[in-house]
């Protein structure tokens, strides 16, 4: 419906949208060719120059001039929190009122709504801003479980007897898990992460070809681990989540898994990153040209159990960065083009005045009303 609206004057005119992403490779093509705007205003917070890193937020920042092509764009590059929260600022002082962040941030919280990632965004949403956030790619490489360990032999139970979980990788993959548990912000309750190429359930006394092991002892650490392995050659993993001790307690706990596929035990519900699990972040997860939901596309509920995403937004766009663009990166930057065309209508909207139109002009998708799989609809 974007070209409707452009047709009918509402292109974007006056308003400020911020792209806040990684980096912003091919840039200068991207101007060149017309796909984002000459005008851009950029900010690089890194000291990494803005056409580095990635060319993540060239991509998103063509998606939104394809929907609001008047629109102001400020495309500010960061690589940490502290930057990001520097960025949100400039965006407070700068008079911008949409951000789009397709940047998904784990092990920084317990995906509840809470910590440092998810107040940045809240008070961008205090002040006026609308932020809308990627949802994540995650529901088919996620885990959620409360640590159960029937047999107190320290293992965490996957089904039954059975402690571990498998997976595929290719040769050369770069296996990475993050993993993190209802702790935060520090503890002294210790899991550990191994990672065996035979099942150590069938052959006892098998050695880890790699481990996550961080001391959450003394002193109280962040209840978090991040194994990391190159696959050597392809195939089948074992993954095994262990408490230090047995009177660790039993806690829930959640599983990123990246360069790993065909996960024996997965959960697609609950799979946000931050700050899509924020309550004052507009959360967006993909659905194809057909308003099919995408496999990847991360699900709520948060763990405080509130519904989320908050709207989908197609992706597998055209795009001069990627061909086609998918994932939620994508979606995000279309549902930040609609509000500002809605901006550009009415610049007297309130943020949740702005909010509240875009979950109210949508396609309904699933259950009748808000789902976690679909938010209000596309």
Known sequence: GASDMQTLGSTGQGVKVAVIDLGFQNLTAAKSAGEVPSNVITVDYTGTGIETTTPHGTAVAEVVHDMAPDAQLYLLKIGNDVQLGIAKDYCKTNGIRVINH????????FYDGTGAICNIANDAYTNGILWVNAAGNYADTHYQATLTDTDSDTKHEFSGT???????????SRIEVLMNWNAYPTTSEDYDLYLYNIDPDLNPGAAA???SKINQGSPPRPPTEDLIYTA???GTYYLVVKKKATSDANLPFDLYFFSAGSLQYKNRESSLA???DASGVLAVGAVNMTDALEGFSSR?????GRTKPDVTATDGTSNSIYGSFYGTSCASPHTAGAAALILSQNPSLTVQQLWTKLETYIVDLGNSGKDTLYGSGR
């Open 209 to 211: 070809v790699a481990s």
């Open 162 to 172: 059975d402690e571990a979980l498998s997976l595929y990788a290719s040769a050369g």
């Open 274 to 276: 931050q700050p899509a």
């Open 102 to 109: 397709s940047v998904a941030w784990l092990n920084a919280a």
């Open 300 to 304: 709520g509920p948060t763990n405080d």
């Open 232 to 234: 050597p050659s392809a």
